[in-house]
Nanobody
């Protein structure tokens, strides 16, 4: 059974950087596409970035493109989100998830989330 645990969140000033990690304790990590999402107070959860099972293809929300980088280490069953040039509007709880279905796109196995707060 897949169990995702996010870590690495915290408080950072605008312009700073954080690196989030998402560790998977299941056995199927290397065969699944992974995604990062975030939810700010009073807003719906939104897509941030995704990476294919081998790490060969990534895609990003326009709001983070050029600032965030998603990567994975299948030997460590971990996916990362490197966040640079952080802005106050990046403040949110960040979640990772596994791709469940392609058509339509649905996600599963949500972690508990990690809080990222960017001060101005």
């Amino acid at each position: 059974q897949v169990q995702l645990v996010e870590s690495g969140g915290g408080l950072v000033q605008a312009g700073g950087s954080l690196r989030l990690s998402c560790a998977d304790s299941g056995l199927t990590f290397s065969s699944v596409k992974m995604g990062w999402f975030r939810q700010a107070p009073g807003k719906e959860r939104e897509f941030v970035a995704a990476i294919t099972s081998t790490g060969g293809y990534t895609n990003y929300a326009d709001s983070v493109k050029g600032r965030f980088t998603i990567s994975r280490d299948n030997a460590k069953n971990t996916v990362y989100l490197q966040m640079n040039s952080l802005k106050p509007e990046d403040t949110a709880v960040y979640y990772c998830a596994t791709l469940r279905t392609v058509i339509p796109v649905t996600w599963d196995n949500w972690g508990q989330g990690t809080q990222v707060t960017v001060s101005s």
